[in-house]
Every structure is written in structure tokens, then in C-alpha cells.
């Protein structure tokens, strides 16, 4: 037996990994491989495992494991900060999707409590494959990848109530019109599940938390695994008794140690053995599919599938809409939980193993399920190309005011040389209110509807819109501006403003914050001046901090910054359009930078000239240029005066900056 068991797992490994690479060469996700998988060598494939129940023991496991992680990593603070669209776009979503399914279930002549299942089934979306490949496509912290995941999370946490209403779904076809519980066993379960309820409530507060600091105050791992195992079993077996499932259990388990500092230790530790486990549950789903069932059905499976998809990508679209997000923001989130999710599958099991749908029915819903899921990254790739043509059409693009159309909130006069920031989150937000305090003409544009009215509240001239059409940004002003800096989290929307802003003014500065280094010679080609990567600028403040820690002298400190950004960049610089001018200049000398430093009221330079200080001799300090007020002076000369208020455009090595930046400084030695 122990042998048969060994050869099931090594011939499941086997075809998961050969048909995972190839699916993975295709960008499907690996759920769908595992499906493929149990397909292949299950009974109604090449039938080359014969232990199934044993297979199905090991696919209890995962599902157990599988909803114990999902327990550690939930966070009531973390669904609180998106609880307006986790509660009410995600319950609008389960609902239309759940209404809709249920009535095409009970029209195409399926029972009350089979169409009840249906609805079930298809309001679910699988979190496992949309996360995965919003963060394959760098859209996680973009406005739909927000959206998707309070939409998940939501989906989620309404699979339990779902699961557990299996066992009533199945009393419904009895027609018994007596009581499902007397009394007397009314009273029972409800001491029962008050009792388990207490009991829980004990562990979450008290025991548990105690238990696992003694464990860890041991530093051994095997320990912290076995009482991490302990409690997640024994809470599952404690909960089996009020009739629950195990795999229920196990998620309160996951909720109990939630709380506790040792969550994430205890996921880190669960993760690997989830993983291994919840993939035997889908090559054990696989092996139910019927190929020979598919092929005699081809036609309606194909309609069902092609239903599938369209209704649920045009009702998650409806979620969004209704909250006011615009138009392209909510296509995108409705194609993104336009298929099938993998709770879906546990509680399709669930119903077909109490007898509540027939095995016609399950068949057919395991292929279309199968199917939406693998279709899930194509579906997702026609998201610009739709939203474009969308927002091409006049009589669509007013369905969401604000996406294809303008709204700025009343007229306000033409702008130029003034600067545009796309995207009002907390860079776009702060180099608003610092643009403000410099005086520097602004305009922002931005499509959530809650960042707009909370930049009109402090006074902020805002276009609502999408960047990523034209006529938002023309409406902006980019044609006449001097600066556009591009401040969004969708990187491929990021790549498509970039181009816009620079088609429509090829003279203007484009500065485009974005996460990677890697992405900024792609941006660099397509017009941007100047990237930001995120992750590069974290580390410099880092070792910047780490520098000032050891005591190193702020212009050693300069000169190190000055050297990491230039080599950071220099490869990613790709455009030529101009040789030989001064930013060429300075790039080719190793140490030499352009900066501007102001004259403070009674600093040393404070109505000195140039050549009576002899600024260039003493410092190093060569001045290109001062800016008076609305004046440049460029034609300078010895006889030229400094006054408070002058900003001077010097040319140095950042060494030379640092240690002549006092000279401005009113209260420096020197000033008067």
C-alpha cells in the first residue's frame, strides 16, 4: 500500500511538472496545469492511477491547509482600510452575479436548490490566479488591482457561509414538512455551538498566544511547526463536532492565531506544505473531468463558457460603476474576475458529494470553470485595447463620467508653462501642496472620485479623468505646460501617458515615478526625461541614513549620492536628440552638477557682487545664471550684485556645492 501510494505521487509529480512547464511557456496559470493533470492519469484520461481514494485523502489535507493559511494572513484592519469597496462593491458584485446565475440555472430547468448552488458557484472569482497575474503585470497597487483584491477578499469570506449551507441546500429536494431540528435538538446545538464559540474565544485570548511565546522562547523550529499543526488540526477536529467541516475549523484555527504576533512566522512555516497539499486537491478535481463528456458537448460547453465569462466580466464591471470609479478603471476589474474561483471547486465537490447536482451537471461546470481560468491572462491582455475602443465611442464613454469625458469642476482660465501631476496619491498629493507653497501654476488630474473631491477640498484646480486619453490630457493643458510628472500605479497605463504627453508637446519635461529600475528604459524611450524608480531611491536613503549613523561628512555623503545616481541611470539614458548642450556636458565630467541655491535675507553674499567677493576663486562656485523674481540675468560680469531673494544657478562638483551652500545662508559665518 505504502509503495502504491509512492508511485501515485511520483507519476502525479511527474505530468504536474511537464504539463506546468508547458502551460507556463503560455503564460496559463498552474491551477490550470494541476486540473490538466488529474485529467491526464486520472479514470477518464490514461487512467494510470489506480489509488484515487488516496489521492483524495492527500486533497482533504490541502483544502484543510489551504483555509487554515488563509485564517493566518487575514487582517480585519487590513479589510478595514478598504471597506467601502471590499463590503460594498464586493457584496454588489456577489449579488448581481449570484442573482443572474441563478436565474439562467432555474430558466434552463434546474431545480430550486441547484440553481441556488449555481449561484454559488459563478459568484466566486479565483484569488489565487487574479493576484498572481496582476503581480506578473505590475498592476497590484493600480486602482482595478485595488478594486479586485476588496472584491476577492469579499468573494472569500462568503465561500464560508456558502460551504456551510451545502447540508441545508441538500435537505431542500426532501420535501419534508417537518422540522429539520425539534426543540429539544434545537436547544442542543445552540448550547453546542455557544460552548465551541466560548471555547474559541478562550484559546484566541489566553491560551494559544501563551502557548506559542513559550514555544518560541525555545527558538526551535520543529516545536513551533508542531504546535502550529496542533492547533490547526485540533481546533478543526474540536469544531467537527457541531457538525461543521474540517476545513472550517481549520480557518477559525488560522483567525485564532491571526492575532498574535507569531501569524507570520506560522504562514511562512504552513506555506510550503499548503501548497503541496492544495495541489493534489485540484489534480483530484482533474480526474473527475471526463474528456469523452466534453467532446459530446463541445458546443454547449463552449456557449456556457463564452456566457460565463461575458456575464461576469459585464457584472464586476456594474460593482465599480455603481461606487463611481470610472469607466475604464471598472472594465478592467470586471475582466480581471471574469472567470471561476478555486473555492468554487470545494463547494461544486461539496454539492455533488451530498447528491444536490447530478454528474451532467458537475462535469459540465468543472470544464467551464476549468476553462474561464485558463483563459483569465488573454482575457486580461484585450483590457486597453477595449477600454480604447470604449472611450471611443461617445454614447459608452458617458456610462462613467470622467473616464472618457472631462470634469474640472467649473471652467477656469488657459495656463501655460505650468505643471501638470498625474495622479494624485501621496506623490502626486505632496508635490501639489509643495508646488502651492513655491507658487508654481498646477493642474492634476486624476480619475478616482474620492482623491478629485478630496483635492477640491483643499482648493487644488483637478481634471477628473483618465490620463490615458488624449483629451484628458489635453484638457490639462499638456500642450502648453512646461513639466507633466506621471505619479500612478499602473505601469502599462504609466507607459501610454508617457507617450501621449510627449506626442502631444515634444518639448515637455516628462518625470515619471515607477517602482523598478528596470521599467525606466522602456519610459526613457518613449519620451520620459527623468524615472524615479522606487526602489532604487529607498536605497539611497538607506545608505544615506546608514552614512549620517557613521558619522561620514554630509558632502562625502553628496558626493556618494551624486556617483549611485548617475551610474543607476547612465545605461537607461537612450536619447540622442541633441549633442553636445550643457545637460551632455555635465554628464560626461565625472563630479560636476547643475544647482540653484537662493540668497537668504543677511547671508554673506547678501549685496555683494561677484567680483568683490570672488565667489568663483574662493569656492569654486561657478554662477551660470540668477533668477530675480520673474527676470533671468545671464549676462553676468564682476560688477553683478547679489540680493535676498536671488536664486543662483551654480555649476560645480557636488563637494563644491556643499561647502559654499552657507555663504547663502543668512545666520552663516561670513554673514552679517
Given at each position: 500500500?505504502e509503495?502504491?501510494?509512492?508511485?501515485n505521487?511520483?507519476?502525479?509529480?511527474?505530468v504536474?511538472?511537464?504539463?506546468?512547464?508547458?502551460?507556463?511557456?503560455?503564460?496559463?496559470?498552474?491551477?490550470?496545469?494541476?486540473?490538466?493533470?488529474?485529467?491526464i492519469?486520472?479514470p477518464y484520461?490514461?487512467?494510470?492511477i489506480?489509488?484515487?481514494?488516496?489521492?483524495?485523502?492527500?486533497?482533504?489535507l490541502?483544502?484543510?491547509?489551504?483555509?487554515?493559511?488563509?485564517g493566518?494572513?487575514?487582517s480585519?484592519?487590513d479589510?478595514?482600510?478598504i471597506r467601502?469597496?471590499?463590503?460594498?462593491?464586493g457584496m454588489?458584485q456577489?449579488l448581481?452575479?449570484?442573482?443572474?446565475f441563478?436565474?439562467?440555472?432555474?430558466?434552463l430547468?434546474?431545480s430550486?436548490n441547484?440553481?441556488?448552488?449555481?449561484?454559488?458557484?459563478f459568484?466566486?472569482s479565483?484569488?489565487a490566479?487574479?493576484?498572481?497575474?496582476?503581480h506578473?503585470r505590475g498592476?497590484?497597487?493600480?486602482p482595478h488591482?485595488?478594486?479586485?483584491?476588496?472584491i476577492?477578499?469579499f468573494?472569500d469570506l462568503?465561500?464560508i457561509?456558502?460551504?456551510?449551507?451545502?447540508p441545508?441546500l441538500?435537505?431542500?429536494?426532501?420535501q419534508?414538512?417537518?422540522p429539520?431540528?425539534?426543540p429539544?435538538?434545537?436547544v442542543?446545538?445552540v448550547?453546542?455551538?455557544?460552548a465551541?464559540?466560548?471555547?474559541?474565544?478562550v484559546?484566541?485570548?489566553?491560551i494559544?498566544p501563551?502557548v506559542?511565546?513559550?514555544?518560541a522562547?525555545?527558538?526551535?523550529q520543529e516545536l513551533?511547526l508542531?504546535?502550529?499543526?496542533?492547533?490547526c488540526?485540533g481546533?478543526a477536529?474540536?469544531?467537527s463536532?457541531?457538525g461543521m467541516?474540517l476545513?472550517?475549523?481549520a480557518?477559525?484555527a488560522g483567525?485564532?492565531?491571526?492575532g498574535?504576533?507569531?501569524s507570520?512566522?506560522?504562514t511562512?512555516?504552513?506555506l510550503?506544505?499548503?501548497?503541496i497539499?492544495?495541489?493534489?486537491?485540484f489534480?483530484?478535481?482533474?480526474?473527475?473531468v471526463?474528456?469523452r463528456f466534453?467532446?459530446?458537448?463541445?458546443?454547449?460547453?463552449?456557449?456556457l463558457?463564452?456566457?460565463a465569462?461575458?456575464?461576469?466580466a459585464l457584472?464586476?464591471?456594474?460593482?465599480p460603476?455603481?461606487?463611481?470609479?470610472p469607466?475604464?478603471?471598472?472594465?478592467m476589474?470586471?475582466l480581471a474576475?471574469?472567470q471561476?474561483?478555486?473555492?468554487?471547486f470545494i463547494?461544486a465537490?461539496?454539492g455533488?458529494?451530498?447528491g444536490?447536482?447530478?454528474?451532467?451537471?458537475?462535469?459540465?461546470?468543472?470544464?467551464v470553470?476549468?476553462?474561464?481560468?485558463?483563459?483569465?491572462?488573454f482575457?486580461?491582455?484585450i483590457?486597453?485595447?477595449?477600454?480604447?475602443?470604449?472611450?471611443?465611442?461617445?454614447?459608452?464613454?458617458?456610462i462613467a463620467?470622467?473616464t472618457c469625458?472631462?470634469?474640472?469642476?467649473g471652467k477656469?482660465?488657459?495656463?501655460?508653462?505650468?505643471?501638470?501631476i498625474?495622479g494624485?496619491?501621496?506623490?502626486?498629493?505632496n508635490l501639489?501642496r509643495?508646488a502651492?507653497r513655491s507658487?508654481v501654476?498646477?493642474t492634476?488630474v486624476?480619475?478616482?472620485?474620492?482623491?478629485?473631491?478630496?483635492?477640491?477640498?483643499e482648493?487644488?484646480?483637478?481634471v477628473?479623468?483618465?490620463?490615458t486619453?488624449?483629451?484628458?490630457?489635453?484638457?490639462?493643458?499638456?500642450?502648453?505646460a512646461?513639466?507633466?510628472?506621471?505619479a500612478i500605479?499602473?505601469?502599462i497605463?504609466?507607459?501610454?501617458i508617457?507617450?501621449?504627453?510627449?506626442?502631444l508637446?515634444?518639448?515637455?519635461?516628462?518625470?515619471v515615478?515607477?517602482r523598478?529600475?528596470s521599467e525606466?528604459?522602456?519610459?526613457?524611450?518613449?519620451?520620459?526625461?527623468?524615472?524615479?524608480?522606487?526602489?532604487?531611491?529607498?536605497s539611497?536613503?538607506?545608505?544615506?541614513?546608514?552614512?549620517?549613523?557613521y558619522?561620514?561628512?554630509?558632502?562625502?555623503?553628496?558626493?556618494?549620492?551624486h556617483d549611485?545616481?548617475?551610474d543607476g541611470?547612465?545605461?537607461?539614458?537612450?536619447?540622442n536628440?541633441?549633442?553636445?548642450?550643457l545637460?551632455?556636458?555635465?554628464?560626461?565630467?565625472?563630479h560636476?552638477?547643475i544647482?540653484?541655491?537662493m540668497?537668504?535675507p543677511?547671508?554673506?553674499?547678501?549685496?555683494?557682487?561677484l567680483?568683490?567677493y570672488?565667489?568663483?576663486?574662493?569656492?569654486?562656485?561657478l554662477?551660470?545664471?540668477?533668477?530675480?523674481?520673474?527676470?533671468?540675468i545671464?549676462?553676468?560680469?564682476?560688477e553683478?550684485?547679489?540680493h535676498?531673494?536671488?536664486?543662483?544657478?551654480?555649476?560645480a562638483?557636488?563637494?563644491?556645492i556643499a561647502?559654499?551652500?552657507?555663504?547663502?545662508?543668512?545666520?552663516?559665518?561670513g554673514s552679517r
Open positions: 500500500m509503495l502504491g501510494l509512492i508511485a505521487i511520483l507519476i502525479v509529480f511527474a504536474a511538472l511537464f504539463v506546468g512547464m508547458v502551460f507556463n511557456r503560455i503564460k496559463v496559470p498552474p491551477l490550470v496545469a494541476f486540473i490538466l493533470t488529474g485529467a492519469v486520472g484520461g490514461l487512467s494510470v489506480k489509488g484515487q481514494d488516496q489521492v483524495a485523502s492527500l486533497a482533504e490541502g483544502i484543510i491547509l489551504l483555509l487554515f493559511t488563509i493566518l494572513e487575514f480585519f484592519k479589510l478595514w482600510k467601502a469597496i471590499a463590503i460594498v462593491g454588489l456577489v448581481l452575479s449570484f442573482a443572474f441563478f436565474g439562467l440555472a432555474f430558466v430547468g434546474l430550486v441547484q440553481a441556488i448552488l449555481m449561484g454559488f458557484l459568484s466566486l479565483s484569488t490566479i487574479v493576484l498572481k497575474i496582476l506578473e498592476e497590484m497597487d493600480s488591482g485595488s478594486i479586485a483584491l476588496g476577492l477578499i468573494q462568503m465561500a457561509p456558502m460551504i456551510m449551507a451545502i441545508f441538500a435537505s431542500i429536494p426532501l419534508d414538512t417537518t429539520l431540528l425539534s429539544e435538538a434545537l442542543t446545538l448550547i453546542e455551538d455557544l465551541i464559540v466560548l471555547v474559541l474565544i484559546l484566541a485570548k489566553w494559544v501563551r506559542m511565546h513559550e514555544i522562547r525555545t527558538r526551535n513551533f508542531l504546535v502550529v499543526i496542533l492547533t488540526f481546533v477536529w474540536m469544531v463536532f457541531t467541516s476545513a472550517i475549523g480557518l477559525l483567525l485564532i492565531i491571526s498574535s504576533e507569531y507570520h512566522q506560522a511562512s512555516i504552513v510550503p506544505f499548503r501548497d497539499f492544495t495541489s493534489f486537491f489534480i483530484s478535481v482533474g480526474m473527475l471526463d474528456i466534453l467532446i459530446a458537448n463541445i458546443w454547449i460547453v463552449l456557449f463558457i463564452a456566457i465569462i461575458l456575464a461576469k457584472l464586476a464591471t456594474a460593482a460603476l455603481a461606487l463611481g470609479y469607466l475604464r478603471t471598472a472594465v476589474t470586471g474576475l471574469a471561476v474561483g478555486e473555492f468554487s463547494i465537490q461539496s455533488f458529494s451530498a444536490i447536482i447530478p454528474s451532467g451537471i458537475y462535469q459540465t461546470f468543472l470544464i470553470a476549468l476553462m474561464t481560468m485558463a483563459a483569465t491572462p482575457v486580461l491582455g483590457g486597453q485595447p477595449l477600454t480604447g475602443w470604449l472611450c471611443s465611442k461617445p454614447s459608452l464613454a458617458r463620467r470622467g469625458i472631462v470634469d474640472e469642476n477656469s482660465p488657459e495656463k501655460t508653462d505650468h505643471l501638470v498625474i494624485y496619491g501621496v506623490t502626486g498629493r501639489a509643495t502651492a507658487g501654476v498646477h492634476i486624476e480619475l478616482n472620485p474620492d482623491l478629485v473631491k478630496a483635492a477640491r477640498n482648493g487644488e484646480s483637478v477628473f479623468g483618465d490620463a486619453a488624449g483629451g484628458v490630457l489635453s484638457h490639462a493643458g499638456v500642450p502648453a512646461r513639466i507633466a510628472v506621471v500605479n499602473d505601469p497605463a504609466t507607459r501610454k508617457v507617450a501621449l504627453c510627449h506626442s508637446n515634444p518639448a515637455l519635461t516628462i518625470i515615478r515607477t523598478y529600475v525606466a528604459k522602456d519610459l526613457h524611450s518613449l519620451g520620459a526625461d527623468e524615472v524615479i524608480a522606487e526602489e532604487f531611491e529607498t539611497v536613503e538607506i545608505f544615506t541614513l546608514v552614512l549620517h549613523k558619522f561620514v561628512p554630509r558632502d562625502q555623503i553628496e558626493t556618494f549620492i549611485v545616481r548617475a541611470y547612465q545605461m537607461l539614458r537612450t536619447r536628440t541633441v549633442e553636445t548642450t545637460p551632455d556636458l555635465v554628464r560626461h565630467i565625472p560636476i552638477t544647482a540653484s541655491l540668497v537668504e543677511g547671508s554673506a553674499l547678501d549685496g555683494m557682487t567680483g568683490g570672488n565667489l568663483r576663486k574662493r569656492t569654486n562656485l554662477i551660470l545664471a540668477i533668477r530675480r523674481g520673474d527676470q533671468t545671464t549676462g553676468l560680469s564682476g553683478t550684485e547679489l535676498a531673494g536671488d536664486i543662483a544657478i551654480i555649476y562638483s557636488p563637494v563644491d561647502k559654499g551652500t552657507g555663504l547663502f545662508l543668512s545666520g552663516s559665518p
